[in-house]
């Protein structure tokens, strides 16, 4: 059994590593097209040992699409994927355009994939956004034993996350650093090469960013709607991965061994925990791996039933392209599959 896939936005960042995923994971389609906007129309994009010539969003039929995979950006999204609903395909998408709507479930399948059922209602699956995927991975065996009551989070976030632009400006950036050039903001409101920047997505009336704002609700919207949530969000010059100091606390006890054995044995995680030099994971390990790594796992003596923990993971793949290619695989096994 196969199936047809259109991956929208597929010269971008995400879009290249959705095809690239499909490719390595064996995924079953018997055809695969690449779309992107018309100033990209005719660019090759890989797919395995093939090129694919991506052809225009603009003017594509989805009909006889049986999924769609956006990574094309919220305007495209909110275009676009109703439209490929409507011609009968699942519209997959990895911008924040639908991960709030009550009828449009938001999945990462390690943690609610039951929840997939609901995508009858609009014929739209979101992928949250990369900093929540990686956390909730993470958070969901241990919620299981032991009910996770509050979440303190500081996100240390790759540029990557921000766009192809953004990694090219971190580049410059650097580059100028060394031959002494003046520094060039394009993307980012403070200078980014060798520097921190506690802002990402804009801000709201009471302080938070939206990118803080998406890991509270979006967790809640996953794994918990009782989970509460507190984030600083931050991009560091970090080309890919991110990484996150993540604060839990518990209603019922749990020992820091009891977290690891659990997460040992977890979907989707890898621990690497050893209380030595080199004994944790950094971003730049991360890269081209599927896994959610944990490291640092250890008790918070401050609070009643407090964990400490390192999660870091390739925000390209897990974040973004990794989850909505898995989210596919899960919609054919529990769903188009048996429709089929």
């Known amino acids: 059994m196969s199936f047809k896939v259109a991956v929208v936005g597929a010269t971008g960042n995400v879009g290249r590593e959705m095809l690239s995923i499909l490719a390595e994971r064996g995924f079953p389609a018997s055809?695969?097209?690449?779309?992107?906007?018309?100033?990209?129309?005719?660019?090759?994009?890989?797919?395995?040992?093939?090129?694919l010539q991506t052809q225009d969003l603009a003017t594509f039929d989805f009909t006889g699409i049986d999924i769609a995979l956006f990574a094309a950006g919220r305007e495209a999204a909110r275009e676009y994927a109703p439209k490929a609903a409507q011609a009968g395909a699942v519209a997959i998408d990895n911008s924040r355009e639908f991960r709030m709507d009550p009828d449009v479930p938001l999945i990462v399948p390690e943690v609610n994939a039951h929840a997939i059922a609901g995508y009858t209602k609009r014929n739209i699956i979101a992928n949250p956004n990369c900093s929540t995927a990686q956390m909730v991975v993470a958070l969901k065996p241990l919620h299981d034993?032991?009910?996770?009551?509050?979440?303190?989070?500081?996100?240390?976030?790759?540029?990557?996350g921000a766009g192809r632009d953004q990694m090219d400006e971190?580049?410059?950036?650097?580059?100028?650093?060394?031959?002494?050039?003046?520094?060039?903001?394009?993307?980012?409101?403070?200078?980014?090469?060798?520097?921190?920047i506690p802002h990402i997505d804009e801000f709201m009336r009471d302080g938070d960013t939206k990118e803080e704002w998406k890991m509270k609700v979006e967790t809640q919207k996953i794994l918990d709607p009782k989970i509460e949530v507190t984030a600083t969000c931050v991009r560091v010059p970090v080309f890919v991965g991110h990484a996150e100091a993540v604060n839990v606390e518990f209603h019922d006890p749990i020992t820091d061994d009891e977290a690891r054995e659990i997460l040992r044995e977890a979907p989707g995680c890898m621990v690497i925990d050893k209380h030595e030099d080199e004994g944790y994971i950094t971003p730049v390990?991360?890269?081209?791996?599927?896994?959610?790594?944990?490291?640092?796992?250890?008790?918070?003596?401050?609070?009643?039933?407090?964990?400490?923990?390192?999660?870091?993971?390739?925000?390209?793949?897990?974040?973004?392209?990794?989850?909505?290619?898995?989210?596919?695989?899960?919609?054919?096994?529990k769903h188009l599959g048996k429709a089929a």
């Open 170 to 196: 971190l580049f410059n950036q650097t580059r100028g650093i060394f031959v002494n050039d003046p520094i060039e903001k394009e993307h980012f409101t403070k200078q980014i090469a060798f520097n921190v």
């Open 285 to 333: 390990e991360c890269v081209g791996d599927y896994a959610t790594y944990i490291s640092r796992i250890r008790t918070d003596p401050t609070v009643e039933n407090g964990l400490n923990m390192w999660v870091v993971s390739d925000n390209l793949r897990k974040g973004a392209a990794l989850n909505a290619v898995q989210i596919a695989e899960t919609l054919i096994n």
């Open 145 to 160: 034993r032991a009910r996770v009551k509050r979440v303190v989070v500081a996100t240390y976030q790759s540029v990557s």
């Open 31 to 51: 055809e695969v097209v690449a779309l992107a906007s018309r100033r990209s129309l005719g660019t090759d994009v890989s797919f395995g040992d093939a090129d």
